[in-house]
């Protein structure tokens, strides 16, 4: 392989991430919203099609292997390269989280209030801009979205206890019962979880764009 | 250049003194934590070499440390100097009318330019091992022993088993020490040659691109030995393989067209983050 017909590979190891990244942003997205309502063609649609990301991970994966074995990338190809290979399974496991909202918001048949949008809008917003920032190869970027995480944390947190503190009050002889508001408080407590761990992966993705950027390991480890 | 800065710098007293180290540059700052690592003693020192071939300037103002017991590899293109510079260590450049060398180069302290230092017993100490296996038309024992007879040492069949030991080659040939060193395969040859080069217990091995010429198979054999001999002693290995130089050496030093040495770092950094734009473009392949 000639260096061009390789930049063109490493190029297009950047677009097959960015493209599956959009797949799962999207199927992120999707998953907020049944939250709300708990519509259930569409939370199949996600659920069924985590296997398309999860090909598209083992393709990228697939890529990135063959580069390292062909053609020994150094230096910032080979920082490149091995970002690239972590990345990609953040993205994975965030279309694995989105078909995890998806199945919340359907058996709860949406009204999940737990301010679960709003909070996972912050999270979507933070992995959007982390791919964007890997994509542009910008440092200062990747520092201040990482540096988001721990507001999303609070803000995580915040929701937990309200979740807690609401089961603490329900009453037994309450209409929908202790019963049915455990089962809705352990899907809102997930929900909170999944979101804040979508926050951890786009983290991820800062700190291995820091690192193919700039050698700076300070978030990795 | 980016030689990391010396931790230490101690300047000798008295700049005439030619066994005098030029500076204390056993301790460097790690490029990366900015801590202080340790090296063996400086074994050799270049302080502003030039080297000229008449008109053309081979290399220019290299300063460059040869730490004890590392293997130190040197790359970059055709036509850089890295060779020139390996030459200059053992003065094997005296061979070359046209050369004319300036500034310092230091063998343990010592001025390898000096007019008390004899080139003969000074490659006694500086082995070589060059590019394509050149075993003398004799039995393998013969070229085992070659060093130590022009030098009218004692030849023992002792000295003779333990070189071929150091050179990984006893095994295979400890039956047939008396038949033509010709009649071994490109790898047992340059092994051989690595032998009779540690047969007289240098202090330091040289060697120009010596797989360059071997299989993948007696290619791996060379390599683990150059690992296991720098237990023992101070490589300086020219190569064109980067991989070669990022699996081998403990430092790489990276020469660039008109003879500048541009980095110098440990070999890790030097492949994971190299410091010059240009040692970028070289080792992925931009430029070069």
């Known amino acids: 392989m000639t260096r061009e017909s390789y930049e063109a590979e490493l190029e297009l190891l950047r677009e097959d991430i960015t493209d599956m990244a959009e797949l799962a942003l999207d199927r992120y997205e999707t998953g907020l919203e049944i939250l709300e309502t708990g519509d259930e063609q569409r939370a199949r649609q996600v659920i069924e099609g985590d296997h398309e990301l999860n090909q598209q991970y083992l393709d990228i ?14 230096a910032s190809d080979l920082r490149f390269v091995a970002s690239s290979f972590k990345i990609v399974t953040d993205i994975e496991r965030v279309g694995d989280l989105a078909t995890n909202l998806a199945r919340y918001g359907r058996e709860a048949g949406g009204g999940l209030d737990i301010h679960a949008t709003q909070i996972g809008e912050t999270a979507g917003e933070m992995f959007e801009a982390a791919m964007v920032a890997y994509v542009d190869d910008d440092a200062e970027a990747a520092r201040a979205i990482a540096a988001r995480d721990d507001t999303l944390d609070e803000r995580c947190r915040e929701t937990t206890e309200a979740v807690i503190r609401d089961l603490m009050t329900t009453r037994a002889w309450e209409p929908d019962g202790v019963g049915q508001r455990l089962q809705s408080a352990s899907r809102e407590l997930l929900t909170v979880r999944d979101i804040e761990r979508v926050g951890d992966h786009a983290v991820n993705i800062c700190a291995r764009t820091l690192y193919m950027v700039e ?6 480890y | 250049m980016s030689e990391p800065e010396p931790e230490t710098q101690t300047e000798s007293t008295d700049e005439q003194n030619e066994s005098a180290s030029l500076i204390d540059t056993h301790v460097t700052a790690d490029s990366e934590t900015g801590r202080p690592r340790v090296h063996g003693e400086s074994v050799v020192e270049a302080r502003n070499l030039d080297v000229h071939y008449g008109e053309e300037q081979a290399l220019s103002d290299v ?15 055709s036509g850089c100097g890295k060779s020139t510079f390996l030459r200059c260590i053992n003065r094997m450049n005296d061979l070359v009318e046209s050369a004319k060398i300036d500034g310092q180069l230091r063998f343990r302290g010592t001025g390898m330019y000096s007019d008390e230092i004899d080139p003969v017993a000074l490659r006694r100490q500086i082995g070589m091992v060059f590019q394509h296996p050149n075993p003398f038309p004799k039995s393998i024992y013969d070229n085992v022993a070659y060093g130590l007879r022009v030098q009218n040492e004692t030849v023992t069949d002792d000295i003779v088993e333990e070189a071929l030991r150091r050179a990984a080659l006893w095994d295979e040939v400890k039956d047939q020490l008396h038949t033509s060193a010709l009649d071994l395969s490109g790898g047992q040859q340059q092994r051989l040659c690595i032998a009779r080069a540690v047969a007289v217990d240098p202090d330091v091995l040289l060697m120009d691109e010596p797989a360059s010429a071997l299989d993948p198979i007696a290619t791996s054999k060379i390599e683990n030995l150059i690992e296991d001999l720098s237990q023992e002693y101070t490589v300086v290995i020219v190569t064109h393989n980067m991989q070669q130089a990022a699996r081998i050496s403990d430092r790489t030093a990276v020469f660039l067209t008109g003879g500048e040495l541009v980095e110098v770092d440990d070999t890790a950094t030097i492949f994971e983050n190299p410091d010059d734009q240009r040692v970028e473009d070289y080792i992925t392949g931009k430029f070069g």
């Open chain 2, 63 to 77: 300063h460059l440390d040869i730490y004890e017991r590392e293997v130190t590899a040197i790359i970059g293109p």
């Open chain 1, 61 to 74: 994966e697939s890529d990135c292997i063959e580069l390292l074995a062909l053609q020994q990338p150094v």
């Open chain 1, 215 to 220: 050698y700076d390991d300070d978030l990795i």
